[in-house]
């Protein structure tokens, strides 16, 4: 219920006060689990993929934004589950239930959102996941306005915020916890194909396409 009401508010929010243009929503799969892995260049990432993705999906966040204890009731009620370094036990078997119920898991390696509009290095736990449980990644590029969380400042400048979304095609990974050298290199190459299409959609904003 939470989960579909925070849905039901981003798309009036990304519909009225943000503009929003999405490429690739054809790559989401119909079916079948996945792992999302997103640039993070907002704290709104996670409600702007309940809008752009036409299926449910769970999220992977720091344990340290389950601290508040309102912050902690409704980050379990839209399906966050908690990961931090160390003991991850508990999530992980929870991650194992919702991938073999053929679910869709959103996680943002850079960490915590950044304004800055380049890609930021990823954390290899994302890459882990996916080979450890038998799942693609479905890399997101995202590109979004400054103003994207100050509709405020926005009117003032007499336009909406602008976000971009180019979800790209699924890529195979590999259970590759053995081989550090190949692991490095597929974290590298899957955090190289996010950072070029965001690159890419910040040409095209700068043209004005």
């Known amino acids: 219920m939470v989960y579909w009401l925070s849905t039901l508010i981003a798309r009036w929010y990304f519909a009225e006060v943000v503009e929003l243009h999405v490429i690739g929503r054809e790559h989401f799969p119909r079916a079948g689990a996945a792992l999302i892995v997103s640039n993070h260049p907002s704290a709104i990432d996670g409600h702007l993929m309940m809008v752009v993705c036409p299926r449910r999906v769970y999220f992977l966040g720091a344990a340290q934004l389950f601290i508040p204890l309102l912050a902690r009731w409704y980050l379990r009620h839209i399906g966050v589950l908690p990961i931090q370094s160390g003991d991850n036990a508990a999530t992980l078997d929870r991650l194992g239930s919702l991938f073999r119920s053929q679910q869709l898991v959103m996680m943002l390696p850079e960490g915590f959102a950044h304004s800055d509009p380049s890609v930021r290095?990823?954390?290899?736990?994302?890459?882990?996941?996916?080979?450890?449980?038998?799942?693609?990644?479905?890399?997101?590029?995202?590109?979004?306005?400054?103003?994207?969380?100050?509709?405020?400042?926005?009117?003032r400048r007499g336009r909406r915020p602008r976000v971009d979304v180019s979800v790209l095609a699924p890529v195979a990974v590999p259970d590759l916890h053995e081989d550090r050298a190949a692991f490095a290199a597929g974290v590298e190459a899957l955090q190289a194909l996010v950072a070029n299409e965001v690159a890419r959609l910040h040409g095209l904003r700068a043209f004005g396409s």
């Open 121 to 155: 290095p990823f954390r290899p736990g994302f890459f882990r996941i996916a080979g450890r449980f038998g799942v693609p990644v479905l890399p997101v590029a995202i590109a979004a306005d400054r103003a994207a969380l100050s509709p405020r400042e926005a009117r």
